[in-house]
């Protein structure tokens, strides 16, 4: 919420024409190493507190075109599967008049004085959906500088008018002569221009790259195994640890009988900690043979007793208090005392783990006055700061490699995986692999919050809401992971989706209370606080839909005069969807709205209901409007790969505890979507020229509704509580 307004105003004056840059960021050019023109950029959603000044300049982005011609980008950004580094260098391509397979992105060392973004917090961080929306504008304009200072270039070669000269598939050509120069021949005298005060950015409808169905990059190196992962990493004598990690939530190691362990062949070393311990072997077989030939004796600490019950009954008693104000416009009591009908009703979601497909893992190696990491992540300044705290070292003695990502969720915008990794490397002689079992990772993952809601609304004499009343409990992330974002009881990423709704509603009140669960460590999870808000305010919109006796998108349609891309979504998705037309028994179509990550989303789901309970998703149609559109690919394999996650949590998901202990260990008892159930999913996109909104996660948020939504549809039983639990859906024999 506050990211969508911060990007928006950076992104103001984003049409054609001629940009001055002192506005937007500083520029400088200057030689490469070996050649080639090398543009440096400080771009101001990076390194917020820098002077503003040119004398002051510190680059936090490299444009580097090298004698071969060949276009290297250097940017803090990761790759973990949302194609970051295919619609970047589309941005810097379209602007450049290069081929988009001439532009390598790299990414940059960890440094969070230069590359730490306001955005976020001035954490050097890849997350939040905030990529394109943030680099939209300031990329484009530097290639559109390097294309100018290189014509510039040409033109003073030829001797010749700027303006008689145009570039083309990584050539300046002097049009009336019939000359060309490629960039290559031209970088060095580029380096030696100074950098225009103003250029002019491409019309959209000049667009050759920009709005087409691009190939990922990255694709080929990931079919044929070459792409090289945290895990893949394998530097010279690297031994392999697995490990257990206290199966209570502040727990200790009691004690250890090594002695089988040690007779396992290939395991080297029995590393102890104070609340864990590893296996140190050859491979990884060894490692974990070794593990289960440990004979370990736990102290549990305090929380040897706690359950999910126990958390369940604390969130509601807490809804009793009033919390921190989110949003109140209106007059919500007046207008409840002069409803004609209220509404109530409560609402539950679950801890949820983020399960990547690549568990936790990270390579170390500690020497005496050194420590080197390989290491996929999202907040590399913030590993490799937690690994010159652990080492006791400086931070310039910490090197960090960062590799692809195979799957973040927000899992690895934590860096709890690397401090682990480094206690362990300390007592290892060499480099040392730690990779997480399954079980470990999903027992000892920092979960998506649990959240407790209360809701009633006032209706009119038609059945419309006048009166909107929330309050809700649970985690908030900000507080323990950017602590100056926690302001007045408020969590700006918790409340989002449950605030500044799309839908008119003129007295409105949303509260927000803070409760952490005892020991229960949560963190961001795809979608953040909207896979929770989206859930519970879609699915009660439903309800008061049904207590008016209206068709739900007819309802919805009412609410959004005032809201025309929300409705055009909305429509879209219904006309596809084929909303209205009739379903066999047992099946049902559900609707959601959203806009969030400054996406506007809707989502119609079509379930069938089994007589035994179970739900099968058939069919999903999602409108979007995203603004401006880089890859339409990648925004349909975006909205296809956040609706399967969102369709596991729905039907499948939840983390819960027994004893303290967590009781899902593997996909057998923490399901998700399996190929046999996948729906068919079709994504229709709405075009403008409007600021990008962020695509990575609004898939996540808008499905968990629909679903419940069009079960109700189908069975006229209302699900408040997730996952979907077939026993409540169950038909008498």
Same mark, same amino acid.
């Given at each position: 919420?506050?990211?969508?307004?911060?990007?928006?105003?950076?992104?103001?004056?984003?049409d054609?024409?001629k940009?001055?840059?002192?506005?937007?960021?500083?520029?400088?050019?200057?030689?490469?190493?070996?050649?080639?023109?090398?543009?440096?950029?400080?771009?101001?959603?990076?390194?917020?507190?820098?002077?503003?000044?040119?004398?002051?300049?510190?680059?936090?982005?490299?444009?580097?075109?090298?004698?071969?011609?060949?276009?290297t980008?250097?940017?803090?950004?990761?790759?973990?599967g949302?194609?970051?580094?295919?619609?970047?260098?589309?941005?810097?391509?379209?602007e450049l008049?290069?081929?988009?397979?001439?532009? /390598?992105?790299?990414?940059?060392?960890?440094?969070?004085?230069?590359?730490?973004?306001?955005?976020?917090?001035?954490?050097?961080?890849?997350?939040?959906?905030?990529?394109?929306?943030?680099?939209?504008?300031?990329?484009?304009?530097a290639?559109? /500088?390097?294309?100018?200072?290189?014509?510039?270039?040409a033109?003073?070669?030829?001797?010749?008018?700027p303006?008689?000269?145009?570039?083309?598939k990584g050539?300046?050509?002097? /049009?009336?002569?019939?000359?060309?120069?490629?960039?290559?021949?031209?970088?060095?005298?580029?380096?030696?221009?100074?950098?225009?005060?103003?250029?002019?950015?491409?019309?959209?409808e000049?667009?050759?790259?920009i709005?087409?169905?691009?190939?990922?990059?990255?694709?080929?190196?990931?079919?044929?195994?070459?792409?090289?992962?945290?895990?893949?990493a394998?530097?010279?004598?690297?031994?392999?640890?697995?490990l257990?990690?206290?199966?209570?939530?502040?727990?200790?190691?009691?004690?250890?009988?090594?002695?089988?362990?040690?007779?396992?062949?290939?395991?080297?070393?029995?590393?102890?900690?104070?609340?864990?311990?590893?296996?140190?072997?050859?491979?990884?077989?060894?490692?974990?043979?070794?593990?289960?030939?440990?004979?370990?004796?736990?102290?549990?600490?305090?929380?040897?007793?706690?359950?999910?019950?126990d958390?369940?009954?604390?969130?509601?008693?807490?809804?009793?208090?009033?919390?921190?104000?989110?949003?109140?416009?209106?007059?919500?009591?007046?207008?409840?005392?002069?409803?004609?009908?209220?509404?109530?009703?409560?609402?539950?979601?679950?801890?949820?783990?983020?399960?990547?497909?690549?568990?936790?893992?990270?390579?170390?190696?500690?020497?005496?006055?050194?420590?080197?990491?390989?290491?996929?992540?999202?907040?590399l300044?913030?590993?490799?700061a937690?690994?010159?705290?652990?080492t006791?070292?400086?931070?310039?003695?910490?090197?960090?490699?960062?590799h692809?990502?195979?799957?973040?969720?927000?899992?690895?915008l934590e860096?709890?995986?690397v401090?682990?990794?480094?206690?362990?490397?300390?007592?290892?002689?060499?480099?040392v692999?730690?990779?997480?079992?399954?079980?470990?990772?999903?027992?000892?993952?920092?979960?998506?919050?649990?959240?407790?809601?209360?809701?009633?609304?006032?209706?009119?004499?038609?059945?419309?809401?006048?009166a909107?009343?929330?309050?809700?409990?649970?985690?908030?992330?900000?507080?323990?992971?950017?602590?100056?974002?926690?302001?007045?009881?408020i969590?700006?990423?918790?409340?989002?989706?449950?605030?500044?709704?799309?839908?008119?509603?003129p007295?409105?009140?949303?509260?927000?209370?803070?409760?952490?669960?005892?020991?229960?460590?949560?963190?961001?999870?795809?979608?953040?606080?909207?896979?929770?808000?989206?859930?519970?305010?879609?699915?009660?919109?439903?309800?008061?839909?049904?207590?008016?006796?209206?068709?739900?998108?007819?309802?919805?349609?009412?609410?959004?005069?005032?809201a025309?891309?929300?409705?055009?979504?909305l429509?879209l998705?219904?006309?596809?969807?084929?909303?209205?037309?009739?379903?066999?028994?047992?099946?049902?179509?559900?609707?959601?709205?959203?806009?969030?990550?400054?996406?506007?989303?809707?989502?119609?789901?079509?379930?069938?209901?089994?007589?035994?309970?179970s739900?099968?998703?058939?069919?999903?149609?999602?409108?979007?409007?995203?603004?401006?559109v880089?890859?339409?690919?990648?925004?349909?394999?975006?909205?296809?790969?956040?609706?399967?996650?969102?369709?596991?949590?729905?039907?499948?998901?939840?983390?819960?505890?027994?004893?303290?202990?967590?009781e899902?260990?593997?996909?057998?008892?923490y399901?998700?979507?399996?190929?046999?159930?996948?729906?068919?999913?079709?994504?229709?996109?709405?075009?403008?020229?409007?600021?990008?909104g962020?695509?990575?996660?609004?898939?996540?948020?808008?499905?968990?509704?629909?679903?419940?939504?069009?079960?109700?549809?189908? /069975?006229?039983?209302?699900?408040?509580?997730?996952?979907?639990?077939?026993?409540?859906?169950?038909?008498?024999?």
């Amino acid at each position: 919420m506050i990211i969508d307004r911060l990007l928006t105003a950076m992104a103001t004056d984003d049409d054609a024409g001629k940009h001055d840059l002192s506005r937007r960021m500083l520029l400088k050019a200057g030689l490469a190493s070996g050649g080639g023109l090398l543009l440096s950029m400080r771009m101001p959603m990076f390194a917020a507190h820098a002077a503003a000044s040119s004398a002051d300049f510190a680059p936090n982005a490299f444009i580097r075109i090298a004698p071969s011609g060949q276009v290297t980008l250097t940017m803090p950004y990761v790759e973990m599967g949302q194609g970051t580094y295919t619609s970047i260098p589309m941005l810097i391509a379209e602007e450049l008049e290069v081929g988009l397979g001439e532009i /390598t992105l790299e990414h940059a060392p960890p440094d969070e004085k230069r590359y730490g973004n306001p955005i976020l917090g001035g954490v050097q961080a890849t997350g939040g959906s905030t990529t394109i929306r943030a680099v939209w504008q300031p990329l484009r304009l530097a290639g559109a /500088t390097a294309r100018t200072m290189l014509i510039m270039a040409a033109a003073r070669r030829w001797n010749v008018d700027p303006a008689s000269c145009h570039a083309e598939k990584g050539n300046v050509i002097h /049009t009336t002569g019939y000359r060309s120069l490629g960039y290559g021949a031209l970088a060095r005298d580029a380096a030696a221009l100074p950098v225009p005060e103003r250029v002019a950015l491409k019309r959209p409808e000049d667009f050759k790259l920009i709005g087409t169905p691009a190939k990922r990059l990255d694709t080929p190196a990931k079919v044929n195994g070459s792409a090289v992962f945290g895990i893949d990493a394998r530097p010279p004598g690297v031994k392999i640890a697995t490990l257990a990690q206290s199966p209570v939530f502040g727990g200790r190691l009691k004690s250890v009988d090594d002695s089988k362990a040690k007779a396992v062949r290939g395991v080297r070393q029995i590393v102890r900690l104070d609340d864990a311990v590893a296996v140190v072997a050859d491979h990884m077989g060894a490692a974990k043979k070794g593990l289960a030939a440990l004979v370990i004796a736990w102290e549990d600490g305090p929380h040897a007793a706690l359950n999910t019950e126990d958390i369940a009954r604390d969130y509601t008693a807490a809804l009793e208090n009033p919390g921190a104000v989110a949003e109140s416009r209106g007059d919500v009591d007046a207008a409840m005392a002069a409803a004609v009908t209220k509404v109530s009703a409560q609402y539950q979601v679950p801890f949820l783990a983020h399960a990547a497909l690549e568990p936790m893992n990270c390579t170390v190696h500690v020497r005496k006055d050194a420590c080197e990491i390989w290491v996929g992540n999202q907040v590399l300044a913030r590993a490799q700061a937690t690994a010159a705290e652990v080492t006791g070292l400086p931070l310039e003695k910490v090197i960090v490699h960062n590799h692809l990502i195979g799957g973040g969720f927000g899992r690895r915008l934590e860096i709890d995986g690397v401090t682990r990794a480094v206690q362990i490397a300390r007592q290892v002689e060499g480099p040392v692999k730690v990779v997480w079992s399954r079980e470990e990772d999903i027992q000892h993952d920092m979960y998506r919050p649990f959240f407790s809601d209360t809701f009633t609304a006032g209706l009119d004499d038609k059945g419309m809401p006048i009166a909107w009343r929330h309050r809700f409990a649970g985690s908030s992330i900000l507080a323990r992971w950017l602590p100056p974002a926690f302001n007045k009881g408020i969590d700006p990423e918790t409340i989002d989706g449950a605030v500044h709704l799309v839908y008119a509603l003129p007295n409105f009140h949303v509260e927000f209370i803070r409760k952490e669960p005892p020991a229960v460590p949560t963190a961001f999870w795809r979608s953040v606080g909207p896979s929770h808000s989206v859930f519970v305010v879609e699915s009660f919109l439903d309800e008061l839909a049904a207590a008016a006796k209206r068709d739900p998108v007819a309802y919805r349609r009412m609410l959004l005069d005032n809201a025309p891309r929300a409705r055009a979504v909305l429509d879209l998705a219904a006309e596809k969807a084929g909303w209205g037309k009739p379903l066999p028994k047992g099946a049902g179509r559900g609707v959601s709205l959203q806009f969030v990550f400054g996406t506007y989303m809707a989502q119609v789901a079509e379930v069938e209901v089994a007589k035994d309970g179970s739900v099968r998703v058939k069919r999903v149609v999602c409108a979007v409007d995203c603004g401006s559109v880089v890859n339409p690919d990648t925004i349909e394999a975006q909205v296809q790969g956040a609706v399967i996650f969102g369709i596991s949590a729905a039907l499948y998901g939840e983390i819960t505890l027994k004893n303290g202990r967590v009781e899902q260990s593997n996909f057998d008892n923490y399901q998700v979507v399996r190929i046999n159930e996948a729906p068919a999913i079709e994504v229709h996109i709405i075009r403008n020229n409007e600021t990008p909104g962020g695509m990575g996660e609004p898939g996540t948020s808008a499905i968990m509704p629909a679903i419940a939504n069009a079960i109700f549809a189908a /069975t006229r039983k209302r699900l408040r509580k997730l996952p979907v639990d077939p026993a409540v859906l169950k038909q008498p024999a």
